[in-house]
């Protein structure tokens, strides 16, 4: 891969699809927790969806951090780096998925136990998905979000 001044260069959709699943995956546990929580102890939908979002962040944050510390990265080098990596990929996530849930009808009134909830959560995430993939290609091509992460890898 030829190398550019201003990123890495050209840029396939497969890493950016990686790495937009990568931080799906902290926001999918984020969001099942918080909603979980928010359910049992009996918030209303604005506050476990702010938990849930809260939580989202913690998880990408964590599944990155987790990676770069076993490379041998110090905290606060590898606390940075998540950072870098996954803020705004978590953000577009976090507001797709939740406007989904939040303008879908009956959406933000499903139990957990209802398989509405979960379908909508499903399609939420899959909406945030293909809605981050392309954000996550833009910076990957100019040497942010994860491309941060992949000299880490190796």
Sequence with gaps: MQQHAHGIGKVGWRMAAQATLHCLTGCAIGEVLGMVIGTALG??????????II???????????????????????????????????????????????AFWPGAMDAHLSDPMFWWILAIALAAAFVITTPVNKWMIGRGKGHAVVHQYHH
């Design 43 to 52: 918030w209303g939908n604005m506050e476990t969806m702010i938990l849930a």
């Design 55 to 101: 939580l989202a962040f913690f998880f990408g944050y964590a599944l990155t951090l987790r990676g770069v510390l076993k490379a041998g990265v110090d905290f606060k080098t590898a606390f940075r780096v998540a950072l870098a990596a996954d803020t705004l990929s978590i953000a577009v996530m976090e507001l797709i998925d939740n406007a989904v849930i």
